[in-house]
Structure formats: structure tokens, C-alpha cells
């Protein structure tokens, strides 16, 4: 028999109370606090005071309680979804009224409506949990549901889930959540003409793999498919980044940068990106700290000085590990990263194919009999590269670009 402290004992009765969703925390709770408060208030006083003469019904429904939780709460659930709740809710409720129409016993009526309620959610692509609970009401609601017959499933149900929804839209245009949900991390670059995957998501987990894996899982997952592909996506970044966490921007940025200054002319910037076939440079003042980055988008617009036009640039630390500037780079955010030192003074940059040069070396690490790949910087995987395996590594680079 295990034995637990009373520390121990006290901390396993505090873990009851931690969040049982990935990704909460306090302040999302705050905030869905003040939205539900919020929604539900705007939701009963309007159906109150504007539309109560229409109905002997209540003006506002407990179904709403449950709908306001996931749309505050969980604003990025599928179940949370505008069409889920609208469409779950009225059709639910309708669902109710027709199956207390034919069957006379509550207790067996009520059973019938939810599971009912169920299939026609699930066949209309709007399942939402309070659909259950609108089935129900409209089943033992009393004399004054069963006089609105079924008008009740337009109001206050149907009329309660729209206003609900409003005011949900609006109050997370404020909230930092998207809603309508869509995925929260996006790839930047437009999805390419031949169908191909994302860059950062090639070599990787595919949609496919996401699908055969719920598929296996055998359970219903409250997250989307795109999210669930998105997520696993930046698992992979995040376990790149923690593998190879000793290799730093430092042991991989190219020195010796071209740079202009802020008050240089933009014909001299536009000739130094012809001439070293540049991307963007690194614009700094007078004290080599960095102030921005310009390119030929940014010259395009015009202007007396690169000042005018230029665009703000991607700075990190020479300590970072340089893995964590993967996603930024092959998601298309950026083609240059500036290295800077504390006082902000242009170190190196580190670009596409910097990154791709320490893959490279890498896998020739690998492809080394007797010898495993070292933990740690660039100069080690650097020796290794001689002959045509230096020059096949080049040329396969090449290619990538």
C-alpha cells in the first residue's frame, strides 16, 4: 500500500481543480466569465423587452446557460460553431414538440426527443450538446411551451441562439480568440498551384495521417481536423527546435553582412540586392543597430530614402537556438533573420539556406558509417563535409533554392 504525504495529499485534492482542457488558463476564464455574463444579459433583456408579447413562453430558455459555456469558453470547439448552435438548438426543440405531440408519457417522451435530437443534429452537421437539454425543455416545459406549440422552436430558441451567437461574434472581435473559429496557426504563403503541402509541413504529418489516426483513435476529439493537423504541425517545429537546441543562431548566421543605412539612397539599396542577389538587407543607423529591412517590395513603393519604404525586421538573440527560426522561415513570414547583439547592433543574418546547410550536414553526419551525429554545434557536422559529399551537398542545395 502507497502511503501519501500530507503534501502530497493536499496537492493531488488542487489537481482536481486544474483545467481539464489543453491550452486554459485563468485569464481565458476571466474572460469567458465576463462574456457569458455579458451575452446572456444582452440575449434576455432584448427577447424580454422587444419580443415577449410574441410568445407565452419563457423569454429566455436554460439551454442558453449550457450554449453560453461552450461559445465563451470554448470559442474554438466545433461544437461552439454558429451553426451548431442555432441550427442544434431549433432543430432540437422542434424535434421535442413532435415527439411530445405523439407520445403522451413525459418521462418516455423526453427519452425519445433527446435521442432523436442526437440523430438529426449529427445528420445536419450541427451537433451541439444544450441541444439536448432545448429537446427536453420543449418536452416537459409545461403548459406554456406546449400552447406555443411550435413556434417554440423559433422563439425563444431560434431567436435566443441567434442573438446569443451575435453577441458572442462581437464580444470575441475583443477577446483574442478567433470566432467563427479557423485555425489558429495558418501558414502565411498561399497554398501552391500544384497541390503540394506547406513546407513546413512536407516530410511530415500529412491530412491523411491525421485522418487515419482519429480514424484508430475509434473516439469523437472536441478540435477539428485542421486544427488537430496544425497542432501536431508545431509539435514537430517545437521537437526540431529541442533537438537540436545546441545549435545556435551564433554557430549559423552568415557575418560580414551587406547592410544600408536609414538615410541611404534607395538606388544604392536596390543595387546591392541586384548585386549580391539578396532578398533583403539589413537597414541600421549610424551605430550599426538595427532599424528595419528593405527589399524590392519595400524600393517599389518609392521614396527619397530607404527610411521611407523600409519594413521592420525579424531580430533574435545569437543565443537562441537557431531551429526556433524554422517555422518563420519555411512558412514564408520572412526570407532573413537579423542576429543582434543586447544593444541591438547587427551581429549576422541567418536565412533559408543557412538553416538548410545544418540539415545538409546533418544528414551527411548520418550517412557516416561507425559514427553517430554529434550533439551541438555547426563546426564538428562542417568537418565531416569533404569531397563529393561536400560538393553533392551543395549541389542538392542549390536545387532546393
Given at each position: 500500500?502507497?502511503?501519501l504525504?500530507?503534501?502530497?495529499r493536499?496537492r493531488?485534492?488542487?489537481?482536481?481543480?486544474?483545467?481539464?482542457?489543453?491550452?486554459?488558463?485563468?485569464?481565458?476564464?476571466?474572460?469567458?466569465?465576463?462574456?457569458?455574463?455579458?451575452?446572456?444579459?444582452l440575449?434576455?433583456?432584448l427577447?424580454?423587452?422587444?419580443?415577449?408579447?410574441?410568445?407565452v413562453?419563457?423569454?429566455?430558455?436554460?439551454?442558453?446557460?449550457?450554449?453560453?459555456?461552450?461559445?465563451?469558453?470554448?470559442?474554438?470547439?466545433?461544437?461552439a460553431?454558429?451553426?451548431p448552435?442555432i441550427?442544434?438548438?431549433?432543430?432540437?426543440?422542434?424535434?421535442?414538440?413532435?415527439?411530445?405531440?405523439?407520445?403522451?408519457?413525459?418521462?418516455?417522451?423526453?427519452?425519445?426527443?433527446?435521442?432523436?435530437?442526437?440523430?438529426?443534429?449529427?445528420?445536419?452537421?450541427?451537433l451541439?450538446?444544450?441541444?439536448?437539454?432545448?429537446?427536453?425543455?420543449?418536452?416537459?416545459?409545461?403548459?406554456?411551451?406546449a400552447?406555443?406549440?411550435?413556434?417554440?422552436?423559433?422563439?425563444?430558441?431560434?431567436?435566443?441562439?441567434?442573438?446569443?451567437?451575435?453577441?458572442?461574434?462581437l464580444f470575441?472581435?475583443?477577446?483574442?480568440?478567433?470566432?467563427?473559429?479557423?485555425?489558429a496557426?495558418?501558414?502565411?504563403?498561399?497554398?501552391?498551384a500544384?497541390?503540394?503541402?506547406?513546407?513546413?509541413?512536407?516530410?511530415?504529418?500529412?491530412?491523411?495521417?491525421?485522418?487515419d489516426?482519429?480514424?484508430k483513435?475509434?473516439?469523437?476529439?472536441?478540435?477539428?481536423r485542421?486544427?488537430?493537423g496544425?497542432?501536431?504541425?508545431?509539435a514537430?517545429?517545437?521537437?526540431?527546435?529541442?533537438?537540436h537546441?545546441?545549435?545556435?543562431?551564433?554557430?549559423?548566421m552568415?557575418?560580414?553582412?551587406?547592410?544600408v543605412?536609414?538615410?541611404?539612397?534607395?538606388?544604392?539599396?536596390?543595387?546591392?540586392?541586384?548585386?549580391?542577389?539578396?532578398?533583403?538587407?539589413?537597414?541600421?543607423?549610424e551605430?550599426n543597430?538595427?532599424?528595419?529591412?528593405?527589399?524590392?517590395?519595400?524600393?517599389?513603393?518609392?521614396g527619397?530614402?530607404?527610411?521611407?519604404?523600409?519594413?521592420?525586421?525579424?531580430?533574435?538573440?545569437?543565443?537562441?537556438?537557431?531551429?526556433k527560426?524554422?517555422?518563420?522561415?519555411?512558412?514564408?513570414?520572412?526570407?532573413e533573420?537579423?542576429?543582434v547583439?543586447d544593444?541591438g547592433?547587427?551581429l549576422?543574418v541567418?536565412?533559408?539556406?543557412?538553416?538548410?546547410?545544418?540539415?545538409a550536414?546533418?544528414?551527411?553526419?548520418?550517412?557516416?558509417?561507425?559514427?553517430?551525429?554529434?550533439?551541438?554545434?555547426?563546426?564538428?557536422?562542417?568537418?565531416?563535409?569533404?569531397?563529393?559529399?561536400?560538393?553533392?551537398a551543395?549541389?542538392?542545395?542549390?536545387?532546393?533554392?
Amino acid at each position: 500500500m502507497i502511503i501519501l504525504s500530507k503534501k502530497h495529499r493536499v496537492r493531488r485534492h488542487i489537481a482536481l481543480f486544474r483545467p481539464i482542457l489543453p491550452g486554459a488558463n485563468l485569464q481565458d476564464r476571466l474572460v469567458a466569465c465576463c462574456g457569458a455574463l455579458l451575452g446572456i444579459a444582452l440575449t434576455g433583456l432584448l427577447c424580454h423587452n422587444l419580443l415577449s408579447s410574441l410568445s407565452v413562453a419563457p423569454a429566455l430558455v436554460a439551454p442558453m446557460g449550457a450554449s453560453a459555456v461552450l461559445l465563451f469558453a470554448v470559442p474554438a470547439s466545433p461544437l461552439a460553431q454558429p451553426w451548431p448552435i442555432i441550427g442544434g438548438n431549433t432543430l432540437s426543440a422542434l424535434v421535442g414538440v413532435l415527439i411530445a405531440a405523439v407520445i403522451p408519457d413525459p418521462m418516455v417522451a423526453g427519452a425519445v426527443a433527446v435521442a432523436l435530437a442526437i440523430v438529426a443534429m449529427s445528420l445536419t452537421r450541427c451537433l451541439h450538446p444544450p441541444g439536448g437539454a432545448a429537446a427536453l425543455t420543449a418536452v416537459l416545459g409545461g403548459p406554456a411551451v406546449a400552447t406555443s406549440g411550435l413556434g417554440f422552436a423559433f422563439f425563444p430558441v431560434a431567436v435566443n441562439s441567434v442573438l446569443l451567437v451575435a453577441a458572442g461574434w462581437l464580444f470575441h472581435r475583443y477577446s483574442g480568440h478567433s470566432y467563427p473559429h479557423v485555425p489558429a496557426i495558418r501558414p502565411a504563403t498561399p497554398q501552391p498551384a500544384s497541390g503540394s503541402p506547406q513546407p513546413q509541413l512536407r516530410g511530415g504529418v500529412t491530412a491523411s495521417d491525421v485522418d487515419d489516426a482519429i480514424q484508430k483513435l475509434g473516439e469523437a476529439l472536441d478540435v477539428s481536423r485542421e486544427d488537430l493537423g496544425m497542432l501536431l504541425a508545431q509539435a514537430e517545429l517545437n521537437a526540431m527546435e529541442r533537438l537540436h537546441a545546441e545549435v545556435a543562431c551564433r554557430d549559423v548566421m552568415s557575418t560580414g553582412v551587406v547592410a544600408v543605412t536609414a538615410n541611404s539612397s534607395p538606388d544604392i539599396a536596390r543595387a546591392q540586392l541586384i548585386a549580391h542577389a539578396f532578398h533583403a538587407l539589413p537597414v541600421v543607423d549610424e551605430r550599426n543597430v538595427v532599424v528595419g529591412a528593405v527589399g524590392h517590395a519595400q524600393l517599389a513603393q518609392g521614396g527619397a530614402r530607404v527610411a521611407d519604404v523600409m519594413a521592420s525586421a525579424r531580430l533574435e538573440a545569437p543565443d537562441t537556438p537557431a531551429f526556433k527560426l524554422l517555422g518563420d522561415l519555411s512558412e514564408g513570414r520572412t526570407r532573413e533573420v537579423m542576429i543582434v547583439d543586447d544593444d541591438g547592433k547587427l551581429l549576422g543574418v541567418i536565412t533559408q539556406t543557412d538553416l538548410l546547410m545544418v540539415l545538409a550536414r546533418s544528414a551527411l553526419s548520418h550517412s557516416v558509417p561507425g559514427e553517430s551525429q554529434p550533439r551541438g554545434g555547426s563546426a564538428p557536422l562542417m568537418k565531416r563535409q569533404h569531397g563529393r559529399d561536400a560538393a553533392s551537398a551543395q549541389m542538392k542545395l542549390s536545387e532546393l533554392q
